[in-house]
């Protein structure tokens, strides 16, 4: 089974800050890596996928990059709704798609 | 608008079942696999369950294989997880998520991602 990991576990940023959050599969997936925010008591939100494609609707200050094992979801400005928890997702042993544990972005 | 509803959760005892419910529209439900990913109180989110658009092809976690089965009716545009022998463990708030299919010149290959989520019922199982 491919293992996801993410780091840092949690953070603490200012409005307007740039924040990165890495992500790392046990095994190469290519491409096959998904970003998704979630809000407390909401339904995860789809951000990324294939790495670094935005889904429509998804404000351009997210991206995403990486290939193979290593893999980072970026936000160029920190904004007040941003405030959440951010997991990466494995798609290329489909149909089993493994979440990462998660990465708890707070305010400082 | 298209939208996932689930229901059918509530408080269940150890060793009991329960039969969950994922209502589907504004779009065609037949055209896409859909999964159930669960969280358990403060912690991260689990894939449960797949089935495939047509229903042929079913997938589970290990921590719950042998125990749920994963359903769909196209004609009622309604998925289904049944639950059994539930555990302590099973207690969690339960998505059913939509997955597109979708060609990806850039790979070049088929690529997989959850784009619509329903808001979620919650699983508790107490004596």
């Known amino acids: 089974d491919i293992q996801m990991t993410q780091s840092p576990s949690s953070l603490s940023a200012s409005v307007g800050d740039r924040v990165t959050i890495t992500c790392r599969a046990s095994q190469s997936i290519s491409s096959y890596l998904n970003w998704y925010q979630q809000k407390p008591g909401k339904a995860p939100k789809l951000l990324i996928y294939a790495a670094s494609s935005l889904q429509s609707g998804v404000p351009s200050r997210f991206s995403g990059s990486g290939s193979g094992t290593d893999f980072t979801l970026t936000i160029s400005s920190l904004q007040p709704e941003d405030f959440a928890t951010y997991y990466c997702q494995q798609s290329y042993s489909t149909p089993i798609f493994t979440f990462g544990p998660g990465t708890k972005v707070d305010i400082k | 608008e298209v939208q996932l509803v689930e229901s059918g959760g509530g408080l269940v005892q150890p060793g009991g079942s329960l039969r969950l419910s994922c209502a589907a529209s504004?779009?065609?439900?037949?055209?896409?696999?859909m999964h159930w990913v669960r969280q358990a109180p403060g912690k991260g989110l689990e894939y449960v369950s797949a089935i495939s658009s047509n229903g042929g092809s079913t997938y589970y976690a290990n921590s719950v294989k042998g125990r749920f089965t994963i359903s769909r009716d196209n004609s009622k545009n309604t998925l289904y997880l049944q639950m059994g022998s539930l555990r302590a463990e099973d207690m969690a708030v339960y998505y059913c998520?939509?997955?597109?299919?979708?060609?990806?010149?850039?790979?070049?290959?088929?690529?997989?991602?959850?784009?619509?989520w329903g808001k979620g019922t919650t699983v508790t199982v107490s004596s």
């Open positions: 504004g779009f065609t439900f037949s055209s896409y696999a």
């Open positions: 998520a939509r997955v597109v299919e979708q060609w990806l010149v850039r790979l070049p290959s088929y690529y997989y991602y959850m784009d619509v």
